[in-house]
């Protein structure tokens, strides 16, 4: 039998392809199955992520400008949405909102955390939830980040009426805002470049912008001008300042000397003069004219164990002379004075002739040397008792003493005797002591509404008083300072104080201040809106001194330019830092290196510094220059008082009253050279800077002041000066700008 054998065969062949592609097709068959899992698990991360950025914004960012402390909130979950196919996409949890300071500041960092949640349910059919957690960080945004700020286009300072216009001179880079409208010259149109904001409120009154429609229309539709329309932000920032204060590194008291029992309120004036590695500090003692003479004082030594109408010689006491311990008062009926005085006066004589009274209403003071111990009363006149004694009636109801708790006056202590309310007249011994020269807020008397009984603000202001001419008419700070920093007016000696290694807060409480010099390190000046005294020439009358913050020279940081240009965070920037937040006005002193007299020593001021004007404006001193009288700014007309005091040609050096003042006349210039700024300017009211050449009645004069050149430092907006006041809403909301959002590594807040 034979047999036939192949010599190939196909069936193996087939059987593995087959067993190959039944293996490539589960591999295909796993391999999309898993896929497809991994979408929907990937969905579903993404699920949880919008879910945690709904968070933030729904409830996170809604709550971060309100928050004091850290804050945890939405523990539980809130379900947020559904996808296309109406199922749910999740929900967000755990939102906790808190706050720390920035490092090298002392701005707050705000920070808001969000989970997501989003179910996944695996092949198998386990429900797994997935969560992701993200994060903002919010940063305030500060005064400081506006080139040009101010709350109301008005004009600042004694005569001014209407509103101040941008007009063709002004160039602006940087951030413009104003809680006002804004008003453009018809002839020309200012420059701008950067944003400008204003606000609804304006917006619904229909004041947006006012002026040359031309400049309107052009700012309207250039597509490289921001316009945007914001909410009224709050002016003054009054908490924000007093957080300065709070956390202050050094505090000059400046009020030390006021209200003082019997005597004419002295001020303190200070000075900071910044150097490399620090500041000077000096304060000086001043009086606001018109000064009164001195009022009627007379030295006495107080009679503690006399009990009658009998008193040694040079002695007083009150009758009966009954001290209660317990209650610290003292009960008596009038007061029993010696006719003989310490000082070698016969009041006797004086009362009996008639040269001397006290007379009813007449405010009396008793102190002692350092004023610890007061007696005060209102008297009812002064009678001769006997031959050689005075009695001195007054109402019952007003004896008042203040003094240490169960101590009355010791016997034989020295005191002094003060007949507050004596009419003394003007000092004929200072120079420019007119009532008119310093205080124009009795000029709206005629308008009941408008009188407040109180300087403004915008009054005249003055910072020269007698420690500035204690050198003499060719000596000022300047070129001879030991002659200053010597004078009997030095109330604190002129002291070094380090920069230290951290931001500088100096406060100077109750009193105005001088600023200049080359600053190295951050520092910001604060100081009080206003500080209130009595005037000299009526001791019954309490007026007001505003916190003004006077440039009397440059103010430039270490590592500016020789042009008083900063170092732009572009070309490496500068950590230098300075804060000007004054409770009235920060003014250009009409100084000699600040052009005074027409730039007769020297023009033009060089200013690095975020300055803030709470109550007042960025302002030149003397910049009317004019005793001819003013705008009545309600009633219209012409006052017949003046706009300033006619001493701008007499400053610097100081003139004499009877010398003829140079630059002061009517039609003369004073022009001073350029204000030249990098920095930021925040002001309540507009100030000026400059009178033009034909101002218009009452101003047809010389040009007076300084051509602006201000430039934006915008180191600012990373280096702020320390508690520099931040943006409030009007609903007192904290204003916020993102700083950074991503995230989070972990369910901690890091």
Known sequence: MRRYFSKGSAAPLALLFTLVSMSFTVAYL?????????????????????????????????????????????????????????????MYKDIACSTQLLPNSTRKEYIAYSTGVADYITPSGTNVSI??????????????????????????GPGNTGNVNFCGSDELDGKVHTNGNMSFCQWSCATFNGEINVTYEAEEQGDLFNGNQNCINDYLEDDELVIDTVHQIIYPPQNSAEVAKQNATKT????????????????????????????????????????????????????????????????????????????????????????????????????????????????????????????????????????????????????????????????????????????????????????????????????????????????RQH?????????????DIFNCPDEIYNSEHVFMNRTFFSTGNSPQIIYIKGGQVLVRGTVDGQFTIVTDDYTEYRVHSSTNTVDRVWGNIWLID??????????????????????????LIAG???????????????????????????????????ISHYWQNSTIGHHDPILGGIYNLPIADGRGGHRNYYRDEDQTGAYTNDNAGDYRGYVRLWGSIVQFRRGYMKRNTGGGSPYNTGDIGYDKNYNYDYNLRLNPPPYFPDLQNTNNTVILKMASYGEARNQQQD
């Open 131 to 156: 969560e992701r957690r993200v994060f903002t960080s919010m940063r305030p945004q500060g005064f400081e980040e506006f080139m040009y700020f101010t709350h109301e286009e008005e004009p600042i």
């Open 463 to 475: 910072f020269d008083f007698d420690y500035w001419t204690a050198g003499g008419t060719s000596c």
């Open 584 to 618: 009235g006005s920060v003014i250009i002193a009409n100084t000699r290196p600040n052009g005074s007299r027409d730039s007769q020593f020297g023009q033009d001021i060089k200013i690095n510094a975020a300055i803030l004007a709470m109550n007042g404006g960025f």
């Open 554 to 579: 440059d103010v430039v940081y270490a590592d500016s330019y020789s042009s008083g240009a900063v170092v732009q965070p572009a070309y490496g920037g500068s950590n230098n830092v300075l804060g």
């Open 252 to 459: 000059f008291v400046a009020d030390t000397k006021l209200f003082r029992p019997g005597k004419k309120d002295t001020l303190v004036m200070t000075e900071i003069n910044f150097v490399e590695g620090g500041y000077w500090a000096a304060q000086w003692t001043y009086n606001i004219p018109p000064i009164g003479n001195p009022p009627a004082e007379f030295s006495f030594q107080y009679d503690s164990l006399a009990s009658g109408l009998e008193t040694d010689d040079f002695h007083l006491h009150l009758f009966p002379n009954e001290f209660d311990g317990t209650t610290n008062t003292y009960n008596s009926n009038f007061l029993v004075m010696s006719g003989n005085t310490l000082d070698g006066i016969n009041l006797y004589s004086l009362v009996s002739s008639g040269d001397f009274e006290i007379g009813d209403g007449d405010q009396i003071f008793i102190f002692n040397e350092d004023n610890s111990k007061v007696i005060s009363f209102i008297s009812s006149g002064i009678a001769t008792l006997g031959t050689d004694r005075l009695r001195v009636s007054f109402y019952g109801e007003t004896l008042a003493y203040n003094g240490p708790e169960g101590i009355g006056f010791n016997d034989d202590e020295s005191i002094t005797f003060v007949n507050a309310s004596a009419s003394d007249g003007l000092n004929e011994d200072v120079q420019w002591n007119n009532q008119v020269y310093y205080h124009d807020h009795d000029l709206t008397e005629t308008d009941p509404d408008g009188w407040t009984g109180y300087c403004e603000a915008g009054g």
């Open 30 to 90: 796993k391999n999309s199955f898993s896929q497809a899992a991994m979408e929907k698990y990937r969905y579903a991360e993404w699920k949880a992520l919008y879910a945690a950025e709904a968070g933030l914004n729904d409830v996170g960012v809604v709550v971060l400008p309100y928050i004091t402390s850290d804050t945890l909130l939405v523990r539980n979950g809130v379900n947020y949405g559904v996808d296309e196919n109406n199922r749910p996409i999740g």
